[in-house]
């Protein structure tokens, strides 16, 4: 079976899919590269209102609908089936079973790939996606030491929003065969549906298919039950070693056959191997070296670069935020770009992303999160701005684009002019000691953005520790920018000085580390939370050394987990160590327990900051690669809870989790192996300041 650098494989196996809660629990996600994507369980049945084999971005990466949830495997012949899928009813019925017959299921590169063992034959089924299209392919290959067989599929269709639900529809859609298959359109002003499938018998359909139940939704405390519409069967009689190819597209022009099929085949497999051959080139050592996690991480963020097509800049680029629901978002952007793009060899892409963004960026903000086609861009985030400074910083160090640097400068003089001009949201520079202060009734604007009620969880109004460790490093990113274009830089680096004098502020003697926010409406604030560790492991630190062990010391007692970092210590009155329940219960816990992924590498970087040894930073990372099959495999869920045994939760992938865990993963490897603790603030700069 093909493997790049010695991937190994992610493979569930017979002894544990046989459990319907380990194969119900287990997804799979493939990408476009525009926003749509396609995503289910290793059992097949559905369990979320995102799942579906083509979720198409019709305005991408806007719009995303889905249009065909599922096809219901079967094999055999009339009177004598043997049905391969798996489906949950809202009565409590599994019918039928099919992940009984399930003898593996596993990722080849990222492609999910399953093996059913039944009437002594096997057959495997693929699925991809067409990058750059709203094309999916489903692949279904008969083992070559059986005997023939019938294939029948059931194609269950549908169109409605990402995040909307079809229940008890009163329309009856309307289905056409065509030359290869079928055409579905749910209503007249719907995007056609086409599935294309060389050879097969199409068997005309026509039938609601009710009361599908969606567990994942019942736990999550929304709507869970309902209804697709069964558009028509493909029957194919397959003999040993035959490939069988349905495409499911928005483009009637999309044809399935053999040389179709191997073709679609071949140019995934040529995408796949392009990324990992780009990160070998700029990182041969690394790669060289790399465990198999990372290697996974390397294809995984491709899922997560998607097109962002303007008039003014037609191939603009972005960063889903996180699957399934989530579209891009400022601070996610920003903080992912460095390990999604630059650590795996991929620059032009973190240019097109950096230029895309800029372009938005409004009196000193950028976007919260771009709103869906046709709203506005939200600017309510305090740290999204902050962040992209450390996003240009990555970019010129790992390429020395001084053409990007002046082109970019003036957008990030702007953004400080803003602060100092403090006119939105409360954003403005303290000019009694040079600290950014932000506050506005009614919203979060720092990354914990949490609303219950509309009334804002952690509001953190005043002076947040972690933006001002991100003010700090902006002065000190922009005094070495100007320096290098040949401009003025004294007035970034004597700001720098200032706000690294009034730092000391934040030091809370009695519990010997950082308080979480100063000068809020209470004053100060205690709580002990993990935003004080970026005054570590952010490239520049405003911290002496005795600090930065204090804060180092205090996270891993109070905050760490093997996957991420808590949000709030468990002795604190107001921590939830469990992320479940319905939506007000899950905020309520999403920034006052929960862990967060993408916290461990800043951890893991802090520690080698302080204590200099980078087997020991490393191994850190290390539970991460265990992480890769615990929700979706070959790749890294958005948080998981903070108390053990620290199941999964949020996002089943998230951009920064795989960005930071690239990104500090690659700056550690190529890190002296020890290294002197001293008092000096920048100590690695590989892949954006680690």
Not at 329 to 340: E, F, K, Y
Request: glycine share 10%.
């Amino acid at each position: 079976m093909r493997r790049e650098g010695g991937m190994s494989d992610l493979t569930l196996g017979r002894d544990r899919l046989g459990d319907l809660s380990v194969a119900t629990g287990r997804e799979w996600l493939v990408t476009n590269g525009i926003g749509g994507f396609a995503a289910g369980t290793a059992s097949g049945a559905l369990t979320r209102r995102t799942h579906g084999l083509l979720v198409a971005a019709l305005d991408p990466p806007h719009r995303r609908t889905l249009l065909l949830a599922k096809l219901a495997e079967r094999v055999g012949s009339d009177g004598d089936w043997t049905d391969l899928s798996t489906d949950l009813w809202a009565s409590g019925a599994v019918e039928p079973r099919g992940h009984r017959h399930l003898l593996s299921f596993q990722l080849e590169d990222t492609i999910p790939f399953w093996t059913w063992a039944v009437a002594g034959t096997h057959l495997e089924k693929r699925v991809w996606m067409e990058h750059g299209e709203n094309t999916t392919c489903i692949e279904y290959t008969l083992g070559a030491d059986g005997h023939p067989t019938t294939l029948s599929l059931r194609a269950l269709v549908d169109h409605r929003d990402l995040g909307a639900l079809t229940v008890r529809p009163e329309w009856m859609p309307k289905v056409e065969r065509t030359a290869q298959g079928l055409c579905a359109r749910m209503y007249d002003t719907a995007t056609p549906l086409w599935l294309s499938a060389a050879g097969a018998e199409v068997l005309p359909g026509g039938d609601w298919y009710r009361d599908f139940a969606l567990p994942a939704e019942r736990e999550r405390g929304f709507e869970s039950v309902e209804d697709h519409f069964m558009a028509g069967e493909l029957r194919v009689r397959l003999t040993p070693g035959e490939r069988f190819l349905v495409v499911a597209s928005t483009r009637p022009d999309a044809v399935a056959g053999p040389l179709a099929a191997a073709a679609a085949r071949s140019r995934r497999i040529a995408h796949e191997r392009s990324l990992l051959a780009a990160w070998t080139r700029a990182r041969p050592a690394a790669a060289h070296a790399a465990p198999a996690w990372v290697r996974w991480l390397v294809l995984a963020a491709d899922a997560y670069i998607v097109a962002r097509p303007s008039p003014a800049r037609p191939h603009g680029r972005t960063v889903i935020a996180g699957y399934p629901w989530f579209l891009d978002w400022g601070r996610d952007t920003m903080v992912a770009l460095p390990g999604l793009t630059l650590a795996t060899g991929r620059p032009e892409v973190a240019r097109a992303v950096l230029t895309t963004w800029a372009a938005h960026a409004d009196r000193g903000l950028l976007p919260n999160r771009f709103a869906e086609a046709g709203g506005r861009p939200e600017y309510h985030a305090v740290d999204a701005s902050l962040w992209l400074f450390q996003a240009v910083r990555a970019y010129h160090e790992a390429t020395g684009d001084d053409a990007l640097l002046a082109e970019l400068f003036p957008a990030l003089e702007d953004i400080g002019a803003w602060f100092e001009r403090g006119e939105r949201h409360g954003i403005g520079v303290d000019p009694r000691d040079g600290l950014l202060r932000a506050g506005a009734e009614g919203l979060a604007l720092t990354w914990m953005d949490a609303r219950v009620d509309g009334r804002p969880v952690t509001p953190r109004h005043g002076k947040p520790v972690e933006v001002n460790a991100l003010w700090y490093n902006a002065l000190t990113a922009m005094a070495a920018f100007a320096r290098r274009l040949g401009r003025p830089q004294d007035v970034y680096a004597q700001m720098a000085r200032r706000v690294g004098h009034a730092f000391a502020r934040y030091w809370n003697a009695e519990a010997g580390c950082l308080y979480d926010v100063i000068d809020g409406p209470q004053g100060a604030d205690p709580a002990l939370r993990p935003n004080q560790l970026l005054a570590v492991s952010l490239p520049d630190t405003p911290l002496p050394a005795a600090r930065r062990r204090a804060v180092l010391a205090v996270c891993a007692r109070a905050l760490l987990t093997p996957y991420g970092l808590r949000s709030l210590a468990p002795d604190d009155p107001c921590y939830r160590g469990r992320y479940a329940g319905d939506a007000p219960a899950r905020d309520t816990a999403y920034h006052q327990g929960t862990a967060w992924v993408w916290l461990l590498p800043h951890y893991a970087l802090a520690h080698y900051r302080v204590h200099g040894d980078r087997a020991a930073a490393l191994a850190l990372l290390e539970p991460l690669g265990a992480l890769l099959e615990r929700l979706a495999l070959g790749q890294l869920p958005e948080l998981v809870e903070g108390d053990p045994p620290h199941e999964p939760r949020g996002a089943i992938a998230q951009a920064w989790s795989v960005g930071e865990a690239l990104r500090v993963w690659h700056a550690l490897a190529a890190a002296p192996a020890r290294r002197p603790v001293g008092r000096g603030g920048r100590t690695l700069s590989a892949v954006g300041g680690a």
